[in-house]
Every structure is written in structure tokens, then in C-alpha cells.
């Protein structure tokens, strides 16, 4: 990858992420997301998941954020409401949220040589299965791996989401 | 009190999809737009074109001068006090050596005046007439007050249309009666 | 994709440094696309200020007026001094605002839109970005132009910019889904989510089977033919996606004042001007790309490329042959798109606009089943025809 898009990249999405938390303006705290997402989808690029990055804007910075905004809007939030919440206890899951990844990171990147104690990753708990490969045309591989390889998951993850939309139908909607 | 209860009729597949209505209102569109050139032909290029104006109409009030060239008015503020947004001033000139009165000072605040005709119908000497002038404009509020000058300037446009010239010639009279006394006026 | 070098045949014969500068940048594969978008980044917003004279004249026309002449000749240039003004105006910027996100609102405006147009074959060799997630890339970037019109809104903190941005987002988002369904049909006959790609199987003639038809199949070889309920979704969407009338809900002058850019003025109001235009473009560059054939016409697009060829000087310095080529080609696609942005014009003189529960109804439960319907329609059919 080339370098300037991983630093301007990820630095878009850490600033942006972190800013996104600690806004107190909710609709601030929304847009630092949708430029959070946009540096997360420069890395996807960079990464030539062209796939991958756009749809990456096209569905939560195009879709589903302007929908939050949208609901945002419709609240009225004022920051004061906001910060009614318990402090210490989200403080504690915040950090104990932060150290589970922290921790799936390294198991990653080390190959759960850390809990093994076995180098180069052999007989980890995660494994990488081989060197990433380098594609041609990001939009094929893709649907060559949803579509082929993964298509019993793919179509139960696409029943569950119509489950889910049904549901969602049926308890807002007063009379069907 | 009886009533009749109007069916509405039901709407065709057609015209339920809406989209042949649309296409009939663009050829209409379309015929104006191609067919335009004409019948824009009807707007007036201003600056270039201008109203034919009726005889009746009411523009900026001016003063006229008689046919020896001197001023008509003798400053008897008539339309000053008929004035209702009270857009004229007056100040009369020393009455020694003249034989009538004429004004020191004439303006007429043209932001003020609502060219009703007043002036024009209560002058006495018919030295007052609304002309046919309307394009009005200026920078501040100080060039919107018209002066003597530029009324009798307004004044001399009008022509023949300036009523009757003065028809006694009073001034004549006065002057034979009275000998050359070095009369002066407006 | 062709870089630069293409289109300069021999650019440098001697040496010296500038020489070898001059080269290392013409042969990187930065120097073409940015050439383009030099050209296009500048002829996009002076495209804009034609088409609101035309825009206004025609208005002027279809109403029997004359519209504003007085500017140049036939008043070309009155939106040259519009923008005078504009640039000269007081730029107020109420003390009740959200500064930051008011400020941000007219940029987003402008941006996405010029942005999309860089994945737009504008011809053979002349396109910016040659990405094989074309359309979806292109659907990407302009989907986050509803945030300047929801953002201005409501970072405008008053009560009709606010109903205004609302309406908006609610409408944008509704005629995304039909837009995005509309343009998947074409994607599913064409093979391909290239938009290059998408032109190019309008030019070849049909294939059914495996073999290819006659010449004269060339000649109803466009979208539109092949798709003609998409294409009228993909109009009407793109209408709605524009907020043109008769879908101009945000703005809605007799109601709302004027929508989600009541509260600015000067140039940042001139911004979202030329982002609703811009925005435009885009739907009609699209249109033109993947239902008119974009750069191609039947084949003659060659011939007279060739015929223009025959005649031009010899490749020297320029490689004139490439340069008639994408002009020629930028020439018929740039035709295609102002016959549709003159429909835009065209459609909002005649049109009223629709009440707002009438536009929510239109694009959920007429579009949206309609342009589904066909989707699955046109799967069938390529199942069977492929």
C-alpha cells in the first residue's frame, strides 16, 4: 500500500472515530463517523478492495449515517440528555471493550503464538491460512467467494435480515 | 335543500399512468418553445422600446413658460397647499420692480410626490403641468428633489401640449400701461 | 487505459533535464487523468452557468417571454455576472447557526458531484478514473450529497430549512433504492459493473445465444431499447435524486421559502446552485452512459473517427489522431447529455409539483415494485438469452 494513503487513511478513521465518541453535539459526533468511514474505505482501497471500499460509502456513509442523522434531527437531542448515563460503569466496559480487542489484535497479528508459547504461530488459536493474494478485479473475487465458496451462510445471513425487517415492520406497524 | 352526490369517473389504465398526460403537456410546452419566437415578440425591449403614452397620463409635474419665454408662475403656493403628501416648496421672490410675483424657490420632492394631478388642476395661471416624463432616478435623496431649473427644463418638452398660451399677454399690457420699468420675471 | 504517451507520440526527442522531467512526468500514470480532470474539473462548472441561461431562457420561451438577453449576445454570459454578484454580496452567516457543519454543507454540495464524473467514460480513451467498480463507485460519492442538503438544514437551526433538509434526506434516500435497482438490471444485461465496460456491449449488436445478430441489431442495441421500464424508473429517480421538479419537495418556494438554503446567502448559496446542477450532470451523464450508448453511435463514431483521421496532420509532437478520437468521441457523449439536461429544463416548465405524500407513494409503492419487477424480469430473460 502505498504509504500516504495508510497515515492520511488511517489517520482519518482514529481521529475521526475518537472524535466521534467524545462529540458532544450528536450530529458532529455523526458526521466525524462518516469521515471515519471514509479514511476506513481509503485503506480499503489502498489495499486494491476497491469492492470493498466503495461499498463500504456507499452503504454506511451514503445509507445508513445519513439515516442516524436523519433520526438525530427528528429527536431534537440536547447535549444535556446526553450525558445522563453511568459514568464509571461505562468507563470499566469501555476499557474492558478496548483490551478484548487489543488482545484480538495481537492474537492475530502474532498468530496466537502468545497464548501458545509456539513461534511463527504454529497451532494457534488463530491461524492465518496463507499470504494475502493480490486479485484481479476485486468486484469478481468477491462474488467468487460469496457466491461459490460461502453461499449457505450468505443466503442464511440474507433470511435473517428479512426476518428482521419483517420484524421490524410488524412492531411499528400498528394495523397490517 | 337537495344535493347531488357527483360520481367521479374512473380513471383509465392510461390515465392512471400519469406519464401519457405528462408527455402531452411537454408537446404542449414544446410547441410554445419551439414556436416562442413570435409570440415573445410581444415583450417590449425596454430601454430600446418605449410606451406610447396616453395623452392623459400623469408624469413628473413641471413648470412652463409663456410664449415670450418667461415664467408662468407666480408663486401663489396654491399647489403647495393643495399638495396631499405636501412634496412642494415655495418661496417667493421680492415683488419690487416685477409685475407679477414669481417663485425664489421651487421644488418638488419627487420621492414624496404621488403625481395625483392636484397642482395641475388648482394652478390658477396654468403653469403647472404633469409631463410625460417617468423614468425617475437618482443616487440619493438629495438628487431627487427637483429644482426650478430642472422643472422648467421638464417644462419645455411638453410644447404645444402645455395648455393655451397666455392669451391676455398680461405682461405686455402691464408693460405698455406702465412704460418700461424693466420688468423681470421667473 | 491509455496514459499520456498515447496521446503524445513523441514528446520529447532531445535531451537535457527539463527534457527527462518533462518525460518522467508525461509517462507516469498520473499526467493523463490529471489532464483530465483539469479539463473537466473547469468545462463541469462553466457547463453549470450555461445551463442556467439555458435554464432561464428556456423557462422564458416555454412561458413566451424572452427571458434575460441583455448579457452578451443573446445573454450568454448573464450568469457570469450573477456570479459577479454573488462573489461581491454580503456573506451573512446568521448567529444562531452551527458555524462548522453550515460552513461544511455548501462544499459537500459541490464536491460529490464533481467527483462522480470522474468515473464517466466520456469516450474510448478519455475517462479519469477506469475503476471495475464503476457505477457503484459513481452511486458512492453522489450518495453523500444528500448530507449537504440535510446538514444545511439543520446546522441553519430555523424552522424551514429544517423541514426543508428533512424532506430532502427522506426523498433522496427513498429514490436511491429505484436508481440503484433501475441501474442493476443494466448491469445485469451488460455482465459487467465497468461502466466502459456497459458502453461497449450497447455498441456490438445483440447477442443472443452466444452469437451475435445482424448489423441492424446495433441500431436497437441501447439501453433504453432493451430496457425501457428502467430506463423511465432511472429518469424519474434521477429526477427525484436532483430535486428537479416536479420533485423539488426540499425547496418548495410556495411552501417552505426556500428550503434547505433559506438562511444563505452570497456565495455559499451560489455553491448549492451549482451543486444542484452539478448533480444534474451527473444523473444525465449516467443516463447517457448506461441507457443511451454514452460515447458510441451505432458504430458511425469509428467511421468518422477514421475519416477525421485520414485528414489530420501527421503525428508529431501531439499524436492528433488520438486527440480527434476522444474529442469526437467526449463530442457525441457531451451531445447526448445536454439533449437530457434540455428534458430537465423541459419536464420542470411543464410539471407541478407533487404534494409530498403523493412523492413518498410514487417511489415506494410504484417505483420501487415496478423497477424490482423488472430487475427480476430482465434476470430471467438474460438467463435465457445468455
Redesign the interface.
Known amino acids: 500500500m502505498d504509504p500516504w494513503t495508510f497515515w492520511l487513511g488511517g489517520a482519518l478513521t482514529l481521529v475521526g472515530g475518537m472524535l466521534a465518541v467524545t462529540r458532544k453535539?450528536a450530529?458532529?459526533s455523526v458526521?466525524w463517523l462518516?469521515a471515519a468511514f471514509v479514511g476506513m474505505s481509503a485503506l480499503f482501497l489502498g489495499m486494491d478492495a476497491?469492492?470493498i471500499g466503495?461499498?463500504q460509502?456507499?452503504v454506511y456513509?451514503?445509507?445508513i449515517l445519513?439515516?442516524f442523522?436523519?433520526v438525530i434531527?427528528?429527536l431534537n437531542l440536547t447535549p444535556s440528555g446526553l450525558l445522563r448515563i453511568d459514568r464509571p460503569r461505562f468507563v470499566t466496559l469501555g476499557l474492558a471493550s478496548a483490551l478484548a480487542f487489543v488482545a484480538l489484535i495481537v492474537a492475530v497479528v502474532t498468530g496466537g503464538a502468545l497464548w501458545t508459547g509456539a513461534a511463527g504461530g504454529e497451532g494457534g488459536i488463530i491461524r492465518r491460512t496463507g499470504e494475502p493474494q493480490l486479485l484481479e478485479?476485486?468486484?469478481?473475487a468477491v462474488a467468487d467467494q460469496l457466491f461459490r465458496h460461502h453461499l449457505l451462510p450468505f443466503e442464511i445471513a440474507s433470511v435473517l435480515l428479512l426476518v428482521a425487517i419483517v420484524g421490524s415492520v410488524a412492531l411499528t406497524k400498528r394495523k397490517l | 335543500m337537495a344535493y347531488v352526490t357527483v360520481r367521479r369517473r374512473e380513471l383509465t389504465f392510461a390515465e392512471r399512468l400519469y406519464l401519457p398526460s405528462i408527455l402531452k403537456g411537454m408537446a404542449h410546452t414544446l410547441k410554445h418553445f419551439v414556436g416562442a419566437g413570435g409570440r415573445a415578440g410581444v415583450t417590449m425591449q425596454y430601454p430600446e422600446e418605449k410606451w406610447q403614452l396616453p395623452s392623459f397620463y400623469r408624469g413628473v409635474p413641471s413648470l412652463v413658460k409663456d410664449a415670450d419665454g418667461r415664467g408662468k408662475c407666480v408663486a401663489c403656493s396654491l399647489c403647495e397647499y393643495v399638495c396631499p403628501p405636501r412634496a412642494i416648496s415655495i418661496v417667493p421672490k421680492s415683488i419690487e420692480g416685477v409685475v407679477e410675483k414669481a417663485p425664489e424657490v421651487f421644488d418638488i420632492d419627487m420621492l414624496r410626490c404621488i403625481f395625483c394631478g392636484y397642482c395641475e388642476e388648482v394652478c390658477p395661471e396654468e403653469a403647472i403641468f404633469m409631463s410625460k416624463e417617468y423614468e425617475i432616478c437618482g443616487e440619493t435623496r438629495e438628487e431627487l428633489v427637483f429644482h426650478k431649473e430642472r422643472l422648467y427644463e421638464i417644462g419645455a418638452t411638453l410644447g404645444a401640449d402645455a395648455g393655451v398660451p397666455d392669451a391676455e399677454r398680461k405682461w405686455a399690457k402691464l408693460a405698455r400701461e406702465q412704460g418700461e420699468q424693466g420688468v423681470t420675471g421667473g | 487505459m491509455n496514459a499520456l504517451p498515447v496521446l503524445l507520440a513523441e514528446t520529447v526527442s532531445d535531451g537535457g533535464v527539463w527534457a527527462s522531467v518533462n518525460r518522467t512526468f508525461v509517462e507516469s500514470r498520473w499526467a493523463y487523468p490529471l489532464l483530465l480532470v483539469l479539463v473537466v474539473g473547469n468545462v463541469v462548472p462553466l457547463l453549470v452557468s450555461f445551463l442556467v441561461w439555458a435554464e432561464r431562457r428556456g423557462s422564458a420561451l416555454i412561458q413566451d417571454r424572452l427571458g434575460p438577453n441583455r448579457v452578451g449576445p443573446f445573454g450568454l454570459f448573464q450568469s457570469f455576472a450573477d456570479l459577479g454578484k454573488f462573489l461581491f454580496k454580503e456573506d451573512v452567516t446568521p448567529g444562531h447557526v452551527n458555524k462548522v457543519l453550515y460552513c461544511l454543507a455548501p462544499a459537500i454540495a459541490v464536491i460529490p458531484p464533481l467527483v462522480a464524473l470522474a468515473f464517466v467514460p466520456y469516450g474510448r480513451n478519455v475517462m479519469m478514473a477506469d475503476v471495475d467498480t464503476g457505477i457503484l463507485a459513481c452511486f458512492a460519492v453522489s450518495s453523500l450529497h444528500v448530507y449537504s442538503v440535510t446538514l444545511g438544514g439543520w446546522a441553519s437551526n430555523s424552522k424551514f430549512p429544517l423541514l426543508g433538509g428533512v424532506r430532502a434526506t427522506a426523498q433522496m434516500i427513498s429514490y436511491e433504492i429505484a436508481l440503484g435497482v433501475s441501474a442493476l438490471a443494466v448491469l445485469m444485461v451488460a455482465g459487467s459493473l465497468r461502466l466502459q465496460d456497459v458502453v461497449l456491449h450497447q455498441a456490438d449488436g445483440w447477442t443472443v445465444h452466444g452469437e451475435t445478430l445482424g448489423a441492424w441489431s446495433r441500431f436497437l442495441d441501447w439501453n433504453v431499447v432493451k430496457q425501457p421500464i428502467g430506463a423511465i424508473v432511472f429518469l424519474i429517480a434521477g429526477f427525484a435524486e436532483t430535486n428537479r421538479h416536479p420533485f423539488d419537495m426540499p425547496e418548495a418556494e410556495s411552501e417552505l421559502a426556500a428550503g434547505y438554503h433559506t438562511e444563505y446567502s452570497s456565495m455559499k448559496f451560489a455553491l448549492f446552485f451549482l451543486g444542484e446542477y452539478a448533480a444534474m450532470i451527473v444523473v444525465s451523464a449516467l443516463f447517457t452512459t448506461l441507457y443511451l450508448g454514452g460515447w458510441t453511435l451505432f458504430g458511425l463514431e469509428d467511421v468518422l473517427a477514421d475519416w477525421v483521421r485520414s485528414s489530420a496532420p501527421e503525428a508529431g509532437w501531439i499524436n492528433w489522431a488520438q486527440v480527434v478520437e476522444g474529442v469526437l468521441h467526449s463530442g457525441i457523449f457531451f451531445t447526448k447529455t445536454l439533449a437530457l439536461l434540455f428534458v430537465f429544463i423541459w419536464v420542470r416548465w411543464t410539471l407541478p409539483r407533487f404534494r409530498y405524500d403523493q412523492l413518498m407513494r410514487l417511489g415506494w409503492m410504484r417505483l420501487l415494485p415496478l423497477s424490482l419487477a423488472w430487475l427480476a424480469l430482465t434476470a430471467v430473460g438474460v438467463g435465457i438469452l445468455r
Request: zero cysteines; proline letters at 0%; glycine letters at 12%.
Open positions: 453535539n450530529v458532529a458526521m462518516v476497491g469492492f466503495v461499498i460509502v456507499l456513509a451514503g445509507a445519513i439515516l442523522v436523519f434531527m427528528l478485479g476485486s468486484v469478481l
